[in-house]
């Protein structure tokens, strides 16, 4: 059997279902044999960027339950998926790469020269610092338990990217259709993380005592199996509860849930992080855009008890009073919250909290022509009931997703969160799309949208039930509102003076039904055309005067103080 056939077989048996390239010579082989087998799905997409975004949006659709596979040919293909790559080591997502490679005769090897065969380059190297796994394949008989460990690893442990280099001739050599046989018979046993109990009795005791508890949900809880379950408990128990960018993916609009914390967070979620006496973080690791730049500050009435995976992430900026190393899956199995003992006081705390949000989660664009809160609020409202995905890109358009949308049964937000990657959102709600299988809505700039643009063609070719929401404000807007802040107004490489692209233009060149909008009826009207009838449509809605997210945190104020300031009535 040839080797790429053999790996065709072993990434169907992985379920590894979803796969995105763009075609160059060094993977000739591989992608050939993975359609021919037709097990694992191929889209030909326009950049290799593009790809890797879409892969790793698979994982993120399915609560890392499927894994996709991005395939570049060597030289600049690997190149161009490094930023993908870099984007699911950071959110700790689990995607495979697999890169072409000069025949093995071709590599330079030890030779003093910075190249060999034609495209040829040290994938490997370029990528070892934002991989689990990274290898060149030196001879067939290493290519299948290679390819096997490093999809046991993108999955194992805190979850992320995995990256093999296969050399052309290694890719057409022939392998033992035996041995083919005996890899695919190997079953994927995954290690159970023990958890000692009086770590948990000591966590129930202290939460069960508790005047004024919190929860902190990061992105390392939201993909766990047991997750979903135990939020149900957790709304149950009234303790009041709040998340990162990364956990308020997958956290529906309860009513005890205070949306996101942080620099662009809601107050009340920030307020109550700041009120609290015992605070419960669970696999989150409380970076500056939670914190804001007074970590010492963070959660200054509480207790904190930090849970997380790796034991580098505890007490790295914020230090917990106690922190455990535990895989959370298992914490969510062995600590029901159905059992825990409530408090008399949690009522009293919970109903404060929640009037603090209704009184604070409030349009505060009233001074703009379009409002990003009544925009976001409006997708609340028409979305009701419907199972969709949500894809944000980067910039004050990810900031008013976060802070507004509050998501329904069935429906998830994706963002590139610590990497923060301009150009993530349309490829990803390829991939999103494709593994969901759900109606998919793009949130994107007029800065973002262009740096992956061309992938319209790939939504517009499958005819994807995928909606583009481009909020053109003719800017850069957030670093516009940096300089601003900083440099007296000098806006230099972010505003354009009106001038911006014609989206709408783009869009129909693409063959996408495309229509401008520039107020808020018009926008409630194409959204609800899109839901009832999900086909390609994008939709390019003009806010001259936005340029800043509201409330926002300046660097050097706590949380609590976000600006502009609003009169608060103390409880």
């Keep these: 059997m040839k080797a790429s056939d053999a790996v065709a077989l072993v990434l169907a048996k992985n379920g590894v279902l979803f796969g995105y390239e763009l075609i160059g010579g060094m993977i000739t082989h591989l992608v050939d044999s993975i359609n021919l087998l037709g097990k694992t799905r191929l889209v030909s997409v326009h950049h290799e960027q593009a790809a890797a975004f879409a892969a790793s949006a698979v994982a993120r659709a399915t609560h890392h339950e499927i894994l996709g596979v991005a395939l570049g040919t060597s030289g600049p293909g690997a190149t161009n998926l490094i930023t993908g790559i870099a984007d699911c080591w950071l959110d700790s997502h689990p995607c495979l790469f697999l890169t072409g490679q000069v025949n093995t005769y071709e590599l330079k090897g030890e030779r003093n020269i910075r190249q060999q065969g034609f495209q040829e380059l040290d994938s490997v190297a370029l990528v070892s610092s934002i991989t689990k796994y990274a290898y060149q394949i030196k001879h067939v008989e290493e290519l299948l338990p290679c390819l096997q460990k490093a999809i046991d690893l993108a999955r194992s442990g805190r979850p992320g990217p995995v990256l093999l280099d296969i050399p052309m001739d290694i890719q057409r050599a022939e392998v033992d259709d035996a041995e083919v046989q005996a890899h695919l018979a190997i079953h994927d046993e995954r290690g159970v993380n023990e958890i000692h109990t009086p770590d948990i009795d000591a966590i129930r005791t202290r939460l069960a005592s508790a005047s004024r508890p919190l929860v902190l949900i990061g992105g390392g809880a939201v993909n766990r199996p047991s997750f979903k379950q135990w939020l149900e408990q957790l709304e149950q128990s009234g303790i009041p509860y709040v998340a990162s960018l990364k956990g308020a993916e997958k956290i529906p609009a309860h009513a005890n849930y205070l949306g996101m914390l942080g620099a662009y967070g809601t ?122 995905d949500y894809v944000a890109d980067v910039g004050n358009n990810q900031m008013w997703a976060a802070h507004t949308l509050r998501l329904n049964p069935g429906q998830s937000m994706h963002h590139s969160g610590g990497l923060g ?151």
């Design 267 to 388: 107050r009340a979620a920030n307020y109550a992080v700041q009120n609290c006496d015992f605070l419960l973080v669970l696999g989150s690791r409380m970076d500056v855009r939670q914190t804001g730049a007074k970590p010492d500050d963070f959660a200054r009435k509480a207790e904190i008890i930090q849970i997380d995976l790796m034991e580098g992430q505890l007490n790295n900026r914020v230090h917990a009073h106690k922190s455990y190393v535990m895989e959370l899956n298992a914490f969510f199995t062995q600590f029901p919250l159905s059992s825990l003992y409530k408090n008399a006081t949690w009522p009293v705390w919970a109903a404060g909290l929640r009037d603090q949000f209704v009184r604070s989660f409030i349009n505060e664009y009233t001074d703009w022509s379009v409002s990003p809160f009544v925009i976001f609020s409006t997708l609340n409202k028409l979305t009701d009931g419907h199972a969709v």
């Design 421 to 571: 990657t301009m150009g993530f959102a349309i490829p990803a709600a390829i991939g999103a799309n494709n593994a969901g299988k759900k109606p998919t809505i793009v949130i994107t700039g007029d800065g973002g949208a262009q740096l992956n643009i061309q992938e319209l063609d790939i939504i517009a070719r499958d005819k994807l039930p995928v909606l583009i929401i481009v909020l053109n404000n003719c800017s850069l807007g957030m670093v516009r509102g940096f300089q601003e802040m900083y440099f007296e107004g000098r806006n230099s490489s972010t505003y354009w003076n009106g001038y911006s692209s014609q989206f709408k233009a783009i869009g129909e060149a693409y063959g996408i039904e495309s229509t401008v909008l520039s107020n808020h009826d018009d926008f409630a009207t194409e959204i609800m055309n899109f839901l009832n009838f999900p086909y390609p449509k994008l939709v390019e809605l003009m806010m001259p005067d936005a340029r800043e997210c509201r409330p926002r945190l300046e660097f050097g104020r706590s949380i609590d103080e976000q600006l502009p300031e609003i009169k608060r009535t103390s409880r």
